[in-house]
Each structure stands twice: as C-alpha cells, then as structure tokens.
C-alpha cells in the first residue's frame, strides 16, 4: 500500500505545481504584477536612446531611473511591461495602457529594438524568466504592435 500512498502524493504535489505555474503566466497584467502604464521612465529614455529626442536630462540619469522602476517590476513579468511600454493593452475596463507611438524620424522599431535589451548587461543587467540575454517578444516584433486585451481574472 505505501507504494500506491506515495504515487498518489506525488500525482497530487505535480498538479499544485502545474497550477502554480499555470497561474503565474496570468498575473503580469497591470494592476496586479505590474504597475498601471508601467515603466514611464523608461518611455522617456527608450525615447532618449532610440531617436535622440526628449527632456534634457543627463543620459545616465534616465538610464538609472528606468533601471530602478524596471527592477521593480517581478523577473517573470519583466519582458510583458516593456511589451506593454511599446505595444500597449486594453485593460478590461477599458482604459489603454502603455504604448509607444511612432515618432517623427523615429519609428517604433527602432524604439521597439532599443527596448528589447533593456535587461540586458550593458543596460539594467536584470534577470528575466526566460533567462534571456534580451526580451525576446520585442527583438522579433511577435506582437506587431497592435494592442492587446489583457487575460481576464
């Protein structure tokens, strides 16, 4: 009978586990993982670096402020803000989130190329889950840039 004791155990610990990773995937919505129209500083320096427009503020100055709001945000959620950033949601209720727009001389792939490797070493140097050395979902524009709704909860 033990043998069958501890098959159900493990049987029983694998479907939690599965559940849990399950539900993770549907917790990088803004609100809840991440922040509503996440990562404003790095809009303005993902603006900065790409196109060479925005505030007159020091370079290393944007560059700390994105970091520090980026690393805020959960590891597995890191990657789906910055494809918020550029390619926005439409939460639930409604409202638009996020979003980067195409810029005179300065088009969305471009922004979008930039954003890509903003975990990266030479930039924040953050972990994502995928372990990653860029966001993948923004280098290969998967998502066209349309906006998308966000998973129901």
């Known amino acids: 009978m033990a043998p069958i004791t501890h098959l159900l155990f493990a049987?029983?610990?694998?479907?939690?586990?599965?559940?849990?990773?399950?539900?993770?995937?549907?917790?990088?919505?803004?609100?809840?993982?991440?922040?509503?129209?996440?990562?404003?500083?790095?809009r303005v320096y993902v603006v900065s670096r790409a196109c060479s427009i925005g505030p007159y503020l020091p370079m290393p100055v944007m560059k700390e402020r994105c970091c520090r709001e980026?690393?805020?945000?959960?590891?597995?959620?890191?990657?789906?803000?910055?494809?918020?950033?550029?390619?926005?949601?439409?939460?639930?209720?409604?409202?638009?989130?996020?979003?980067?727009?195409?810029?005179?001389?300065?088009?969305?792939?471009?922004?979008?190329?930039?954003?890509?490797?903003?975990?990266?070493?030479p930039e924040c140097n953050l972990p994502t889950i995928h372990g990653g050395p860029y966001c993948l979902s923004l280098g290969d524009g998967e998502y066209g840039g349309e906006a998308r709704t966000m998973p129901s909860m």
Request: charged share 15%; with cysteine.
């Open 11 to 42: 049987a029983v610990l694998l479907s939690i586990l599965a559940a849990g990773a399950a539900s993770a995937g549907t917790t990088c919505v803004p609100g809840l993982a991440i922040p509503h129209d996440p990562l404003e500083s790095c």
């Open 70 to 121: 980026l690393e805020q945000v959960a590891a597995y959620c890191r990657c789906e803000a910055l494809r918020i950033l550029m390619d926005g949601v439409i939460a639930p209720w409604g409202r638009h989130e996020g979003r980067l727009q195409d810029l005179p001389g300065c088009p969305r792939q471009a922004q979008r190329a930039f954003a890509a490797t903003l975990v990266t070493e």
